[in-house]
Each structure stands twice: as C-alpha cells, then as structure tokens.
C-alpha cells in the first residue's frame, strides 16, 4: 500500500477505534514515523485528511457510552453525553461491558472520560503498590 497522507488518517482512524485510551501514543508514533521516514513534509497534508475526515463525519459527533450493564443506560441522555464531553453531541451509543464493574467510561472522537469502578480501583491498586515500595525502601 502507497503511503499517503489519506492512507495514514484512515489507518489511524481504525486503530483509534480499537484503543481510544492511547491517542497521545498514536501521535507520538506518527511523528516517530514520519521522521524515521524522512516523510515529514506530510505532515500538514495529514492534519488537512483529519479536516477532510472530521467533514465527512468519518469522526462522528457520537459519544461512546459504556456501562457495565443495561439497566442505567436511560440515565446517559444526550444532553449528559454532552455535558459529559464539554461539547455538544449528535447521538450517544452504548456499549454493555461488564468488566467496568460499574460506572461508565465515555468516549468521544479521540477523548475518553473514563469514571468506571474498575479504573478507581486500579489507580487504588497503583496508589498502595506505590506506598507500600516506597516504605519497604526507606527501611
């Protein structure tokens, strides 16, 4: 496949899609990219495919709601999406995964809100797995 600046917009766009929590690496990565490429005149005709994109609601004004169940999926109307995101929303979808435990993360374009229980408590794991090397150090 030829590298084109449409090309690596809708290569990213997909990979976005299956991990939206790391789009700070999907920039650094691009930048890395291009440079190690010697491809960095590209650059602004990648940022013009992200408008092209945004305009072709290839980045869709959709919020990605997700619960841990279905039961409180009434409560996240679009008007909370928005107020969720700080931006106005077209429409909400909604993704059941029980994993989050409870809570809810929302996505929306290349920002995730992520406010679940299984998020609270890994940063509470980190938090006590920090404490508790930081004292066996000091001993």
């Known amino acids: 496949m030829k590298i084109t600046p449409k090309n690596i917009v809708h290569t990213i766009l997909e990979i976005y899609k299956e991990n939206p ?45 997700t619960l841990a169940d279905s039961m409180h999926k009434e409560l996240f109307s679009k008007d909370l999406a928005s107020k969720i995101v700080s931006t106005s929303v077209d429409s909400v979808e909604y993704k059941i995964d029980s994993n989050i435990v409870g809570g809810f993360i929302a996505e929306y374009n290349f920002l995730e ?9 890994e940063s509470l794991r980190q938090h006590l797995l920090e404490k508790a090397l930081s004292s066996s150090n000091s001993l």
């Open 21 to 65: 929590a790391d789009s700070n690496s999907f920039s650094l990565g691009l930048k890395s990219f291009l440079e190690k490429k010697n491809m960095m005149y590209m650059l602004p005709a990648i940022i013009r495919e992200f408008s092209v994109a945004e305009k072709k609601e290839l980045i869709k004004n959709t919020c990605t709601i």
């Open 113 to 121: 809100y992520d406010a679940s229980v299984k998020s609270s408590l």
